[in-house]
T-cell receptor, first 113, second 114 residues
């Protein structure tokens, strides 16, 4: 069956450390993968997109990698801050038609001061 | 710039009642989506639309109907609400394209079915 898994439901780290979140998928061959941030009581907000031919993508303190052989994407937040505490979701287009998306269950990150 | 607006924000229904959730976007997007989000399940696609007058089923369409009579609006209807439909419902929109575009989400409608 097709599914997306994210490494853990919750992740706690100390302020200033690097947070690493994992997104694994099975039985998909996505051309790209997206990461979103969701705060409590709010809708998800887009953060980054990485294409299958890109090994790594960076935006300020965020870095995303995409390994199509391992069927895995890693999402890193360097120099984490309490304001980074949120749930992070990965998403992919299951048929690459650009018309609908499948989301992972999310990882709730807590950055402790 | 409002983006994606969902109404109502909260609603409590009794089993068997019907209601319509409204989603409006002001970004002139072609694509619109309805998801439900349940603890541990992530976002699951209910229905989506790739343009005015079109609709298509997503992963969990049973018990829901949708309409896209105007480009900026996407309505989600529950004809006979069931407790299993208690959830947070999110609407999203996105521009037409090969999918390299992000989705823009509203802040959700929290629906409880008693």
């Amino acid at each position: 069956s097709q599914k997306i898994e994210q490494n853990s439901e919750a992740l706690n780290i100390q302020e200033g450390k690097t947070a690493t979140l994992t997104c694994n998928y099975t039985n998909y061959s996505p051309a790209y993968l997206q990461w979103y941030r969701q705060d409590p009581g709010r809708g998800p907000v887009f953060l980054l997109l990485i294409r299958e031919n890109e090994k790594e993508k960076r935006k300020e303190r965020l870095k995303v990698t995409f390994d199509t052989t391992l069927k895995q994407s890693l999402f890193h937040i360097t120099a984490s801050q309490p304001a980074d505490s949120a749930t992070y979701l990965c998403a992919l287009d299951p048929d690459n038609y650009g018309q609908n998306f499948v989301f992972g269950p999310g990882t709730r990150l807590s950055v402790l001061p | 710039n409002a983006g994606v607006t969902q109404t109502p924000k909260f609603r409590v229904l009794k089993t068997g009642q019907s209601m319509t959730l409204l989603c409006a976007q002001d970004m002139n997007h072609e694509y619109m989506y309805w998801y439900r989000q349940d603890p541990g399940m992530g976002l699951r696609l209910i229905h989506y639309s790739v343009g005015e007058g079109t609709t298509a089923k997503g992963e969990v369409p049973d018990g829901y109907n949708v309409s896209r009579l105007k480009k900026q609006n996407f309505l989600l209807g529950l004809e006979s609400a069931a407790p299993s439909q208690t959830s947070v419902y999110f609407c999203a929109s996105g521009p037409e394209g090969q999918g390299y575009q992000p989705q823009h989400f509203g802040d959700g409608t929290r629906l409880s079915i008693l």
